[in-house]
């Protein structure tokens, strides 16, 4: 078993991979600082830390927050949880950030988990989901439980996201495969990388990452 203190699990996959399922689960067996960039930019803007104007002066005029900008936000989360094991999901997404952060994440001990999923699978089970327009809930054409009358419990209707659309899908997965996909062999070789077969149950998926971490 690894020492959870200075562990550094990466999370990949493809959108629609499970990653967020599975993050949860890896987080709380293993002990680890659940790191969401996502969470962390905004949480930087809503306290008006200096990053956060930095990151704010970009989203206001429409552009990415550069990668020097999300680098030291994660730097410093990670200089406030020196002895603490930490998760990324989500990050990092390109071979700039990923070599960015090796470079404060010397002597922590780091397993790279890469979630595998067919493509057409993928847009097989985003394109089946449902949300519902009052509380947010999703649902799932392919379940037994999706309501007939296409209403959430809370009375809602229920409807298609854009971004759950095929053709937004593929979108996606083509953004993923340019950007993210080189990350599979930049942590391959150094040793790091661990595939996951991410076809199956969340369950079926969840004992073949206890089986990678150990």
């Given at each position: 078993?690894?020492?959870?203190?200075?562990?550094?699990?990466?999370?990949?996959?493809?959108?629609?991979?499970?990653?967020?399922?599975?993050?949860?689960?890896?987080?709380a067996?293993?002990?680890?600082?659940?790191?969401?960039?996502?969470?962390?930019?905004?949480?930087e803007?809503?306290?008006?830390?200096?990053?956060?104007?930095?990151?704010?002066?970009?989203?206001?005029?429409?552009?990415?927050?550069?990668?020097?900008?999300?680098?030291?936000?994660?730097?410093?989360?990670f200089?406030?949880?020196?002895?603490?094991?930490?998760?990324?999901?989500?990050?990092?997404?390109?071979?700039?950030?990923?070599?960015?952060?090796?470079?404060?994440?010397?002597?922590?001990?780091i397993?790279?988990?890469?979630?595998?999923?067919?493509?057409?699978?993928?847009?097989?089970?985003?394109?089946?989901?449902?949300?519902?327009?009052?509380?947010?809930?999703?649902?799932?054409?392919?379940?037994?439980?999706?309501?007939p009358?296409?209403?959430?419990?809370?009375?809602?209707e229920?409807?298609?996201?854009?971004?759950?659309?095929?053709?937004?899908?593929?979108?996606?997965?083509?953004v993923?495969?340019?950007?993210?996909?080189p990350?599979?062999?930049?942590?391959?070789?150094?040793?790091?990388?661990?595939?996951i077969?991410?076809?199956?149950?969340?369950?079926d998926?969840?004992?073949?990452?206890?089986?990678?971490?150990?």
């Amino acid at each position: 078993m690894f020492d959870e203190k200075v562990k550094l699990v990466i999370l990949l996959g493809a959108p629609g991979a499970g990653k967020g399922t599975q993050a949860e689960r890896i987080a709380a067996k293993y002990n680890l600082k659940h790191l969401s960039t996502g969470d962390l930019l905004r949480a930087e803007i809503e306290n008006s830390t200096e990053l956060g104007k930095s990151a704010q002066a970009y989203m206001n005029v429409g552009k990415l927050v550069p990668d020097d900008v999300i680098l030291k936000m994660v730097e410093t989360y990670f200089s406030r949880h020196a002895d603490c094991g930490i998760l990324l999901d989500g990050f990092p997404r390109t071979i700039a950030q990923a070599e960015g952060l090796a470079r404060f994440t010397v002597g922590r001990n780091i397993l790279t988990l890469s979630i595998d999923v067919e493509a057409d699978a993928v847009i097989e089970r985003l394109s089946s989901r449902r949300s519902c327009k009052v509380c947010k809930k999703i649902y799932n054409l392919a379940l037994p439980t999706y309501p007939p009358d296409e209403r959430c419990e809370c009375g809602g209707e229920l409807y298609q996201r854009d971004d759950d659309k095929p053709e937004t899908i593929r979108n996606r997965l083509a953004v993923y495969d340019a950007q993210t996909m080189p990350l599979i062999e930049f942590y391959r070789n150094q040793g790091f990388l661990h595939r996951i077969p991410g076809s199956g149950s969340p369950d079926d998926v969840w004992t073949k990452v206890q089986g990678a971490i150990g």
